[in-house]
């Protein structure tokens, strides 16, 4: 039932199936714990949960299957310690709780595992003082965790023990030496103290002894050299001192790694007397020595060879390498090698890997052995750093491998321009020039280096311009530009607002008159920007108050005008911010990040004022200033009325213009009917000859009927 896909819960009727024998559900999808059922299965002799996403603890009854051989839980998400229940599963061959997240310790009674030939509990959070293989049962103390008693060594079938990356304490028991049938021992990446004990050279039949990344002191047992069936032999970061000539011994040798120790003295020959070695590892130790002008024959089955960081290693590269045909990774970097760099590295067609950083190799007249390199398909990195070549990039640089991904070439004095056939190199990551003294314009096949994302060519001589023809703007997975000490002029595209990946920009010490574009602001991700020592002018401060994830921020030595908005005191990473020499003017901003910045990077500015921590004149606060601020709030809240108001009394003028439009037609006709004249005998007549009974009323200029 393995590798079908299955999810959810495991069924929890497999416990019902009393005559089963085996359970294989690895390589499936299922979650939640254990089911108690299985206690039933007495039958049961395997049982694989291998690499699901099983969570919980490994439950009690689990030790109650006494038929069990093979319990295999690697790969899952267990949590809580190793149950003492499983001592009572006294026929268990195979224990592998590998890749979970189980605590605690080797529980006791692990050692009644008498048939146990395989214990694999590597990449757990096992952490306790382990005095591994005591000579009787001893009372151990387990930091944090009480007391507990074991011995491993009692388990003297064991073919495989895998305690690695866990948080083990302690010396390794010259008690390993009874464990006669191992054949992997793996203790790397704990906290091992102490020797390699003598006794391991009893152990007879091992392959594999790791012990890799511990706290292990002294020389290497000679007893060690003596287990000629030794394939695999990991020592590398310990404080180890010594080793001896006797490793020419382990002619079954095929993977030895004692990088970064204390070994000292002159680099041992013997090593690359081992035919069989495809994988050697002795960098960063304090040896020296030169390589075997014959390693070519010696190393026929070399594929990987690190011997960066020694501290005197040095002649010549062999030609003879040329002959190590399998050779995958040539890791030879910051060594004092001289001469020239062989053009014969051509031949190694399946060479991945060349790390010549840090020596002092030269080239030929012509600068060769780049064209020579064209041969190597294969090729992913190539770094050249800090060697004197003195020469011209050839042409053919733009031929390397298509696979390539690293080229790094800084500071090997290199003259003339970038070749346009760099933009060829379509898969490169990492470009590095810097520190050369390389001419001319930036070529613009750059833009056709569409998954670069580290562009660095600081400290050169380049010139031309930098705009949109560059095709900056296309390089959208860009993290980190880095065209600083040039004597470039343009500015940045708008376009630079789709490097929305970019971390770092930095064109420092350049020529570049104008503004930055307000498209910078969409650069979420930007961490850092340099563009100190340039022409910049205008205010273009208000384009980077929202980049919120900006930490160091330069824009001193320019001619940038304006104030420093208050809104830059919400950019709470920012950590650097210099604004000196410039033109800037009005309050320097107080909260935030401003309160942990020093003076010095607000000086030579126009009229800067704010607290007196920054050097500066306090801001202008006279009654003078305050009765000006009176005055506009007065002549705002009446504009504000006038505006309220003035809709109104325009419907009155309106209103009132009607009304006297209509007016004097009614004045007319009142004074066509007044016109006719009353002749005194009418009046009489009208008012029945002046009678009282029709007066209205008397006043001092008459009356009224």
């Known amino acids: 039932m393995s590798f079908n896909n299955f999810a959810g819960a495991i069924p929890s009727w497999f416990g019902f199936l009393r005559r089963l024998q085996v359970i294989n559900i690895r390589n499936d999808s299922y979650t939640g714990s254990i089911p108690s059922s299985f206690s039933n299965i007495s039958t049961v002799e395997t049982l694989n949960l291998n690499f699901n996403s099983i969570e919980g603890q490994i439950p009690k009854v689990i030790g109650s299957l006494i038929n069990l051989r093979e319990l295999n839980l690697r790969g899952n998400m267990l949590i809580g310690s190793i149950t003492l229940s499983l001592s009572n599963a006294s026929r268990l061959e195979t224990l592998d709780i590998t890749f979970n997240s189980l605590q605690g310790n080797i529980p006791e009674g692990i050692d009644n595992l008498h048939n146990l030939k395989l214990l694999g509990i590597q990449d757990n ?13 001893a009372m151990v103390y387990q930091y944090s965790k009480g007391f507990i008693y074991h011995n491993l060594s009692h388990c003297s079938q064991l073919q495989l023990l895998g305690l690695s990356d866990n948080e083990f304490y302690g010396p390794i028991h010259s008690e390993i030496g009874r464990l006669t049938n191992l054949q992997v021992l793996a203790l790397g990446t704990n ?44 020592l590398a970061q310990n404080n180890l001192s010594e080793t001896s000539k006797e490793i020419s011994n382990l002619v079954e040798l095929e993977k030895l790694d004692v ?107 012509s600068l060769s052995f780049p064209t020579s390199l064209t041969n190597c398909r294969k090729l992913t990195f190539l770094s050249l750093y800090l060697n004197p070549l003195n020469g011209m990039l050839p042409y053919s640089t733009g031929n390397l ?156 030595h320019n001619d940038i005008s304006g104030i420093i908005p208050m809104s830059l005191e919400k950019l709470q990473n920012l ?36 607290s007196s921590r920054f050097s500066v004149p306090p801001c202008p606060t006279s009654s003078k200033h305050k009765s000006n601020r009176k005055k ?31 007016a004097p037609q009614q004045d007319d006709s009142l004074a066509a009917i007044t016109r006719e004249r009353i002749s005194y005998y009418e009046l009489r007549q009208a008012t029945d000859a002046l009678s009282e009974s029709n007066l209205i009323g008397s006043g001092s200029f008459g009356s009224v009927y």
Not at 125 to 137: E, G, H, S
Not at 515 to 544: F, M, W, Y
Not at 587 to 601: A, H, T, V, Y
Request: hydrophobic residues 40%; neutral net charge.
């Open 401 to 556: 491998s298509t696979s390539l991904r690293t080229l790094v070439s800084n500071s090997c004095t290199i003259q003339g321009r970038i070749p346009n056939e760099v933009g060829n190199l379509s898969k490169l990551l990492f470009l590095s020039l810097s520190r050369n003294n390389l001419v001319g314009s930036i070529t613009t096949s750059i833009e056709n280096l569409k998954k670069i994302q580290r562009f660095e060519l600081t400290n050169n001589k380049l010139t031309g311009f930098i705009g949109e023809h560059i095709g900056i703007g296309n390089l959208q997975d860009l993290v980190v530009l880095d065209l600083s000490s040039n004597n470039t002029i343009g500015s940045l595209p708008q376009e630079i607002g789709n490097l929305k990946s970019v971390t770092k920009i930095d064109i420092s010490i350049n020529e570049f008159p104008n503004e930055i574009p307000r498209e910078i602001k969409g650069l979420q991700n930007l961490a850092h920007l340099s563009l100190r020592h340039n022409k910049l002018q205008g205010s273009t401060l208000d384009s980077v108050s929202n980049m919120v994830g900006l930490e160091f921020l330069d824009l001193s």
């Open 191 to 234: 906290h091992f103290t102490g020797i390699i004990p003598q006794e391991i050279g009893n152990v007879v039949n091992l392959v594999e002894l790791g012990i890799e990344e511990n706290q292990i002191t002294g020389s290497v047992p000679i007893s060690l050299f003596n287990i000629s069936s030794l394939q695999l032999l990991l």
């Open 632 to 662: 506009l709030l007065v002549l705002y809240l009446l504009m504000g009325i006038t505006l309220l108001f003035s809709p109104i009394i325009l419907v009155c003028v309106w209103i009132r213009y009607r009304r006297l439009k209509t």
């Open 125 to 137: 959070q096992l952490m306790a003082y382990q005095d591994i293989f005591p000579t009787v049962y």
């Open 259 to 365: 990088a970064a120790n204390s070994f000292s003295g002159s680099l041992d020959t013997e090593i690359f007397n081992i035919s069989g070695l495809g994988i050697i590892d002795i960098s960063f130790n304090n040896l020296s020595g030169s390589l075997p002008p014959n390693i070519g024959s010696i190393l026929p089955n070399i594929e990987e060879l690190y011997l960066g960081n020694l501290t005197n290693l040095v002649w010549t590269i062999p030609h003879s390498i040329s002959n190590c045909s399998k050779l995958t990774t040539l890791e030879l970097a910051d060594n004092k090698l001289t001469g020239l760099i062989p053009n014969s590295l051509g031949y190694l067609t399946h060479l991945q890997l060349l790390n010549l950083r840090g020596n002092n190799l030269t080239r030929d007249s």
């Open 575 to 610: 950590k650097h911010f210099n604004v000196s020499v410039n033109k800037l003017y009005r309050q320097i901003p107080s909260m935030g990040p401003f309160k942990n910045l020093s003076s010095q990077f607000f000086i030579y500015n126009k009229e800067l004022c704010g």
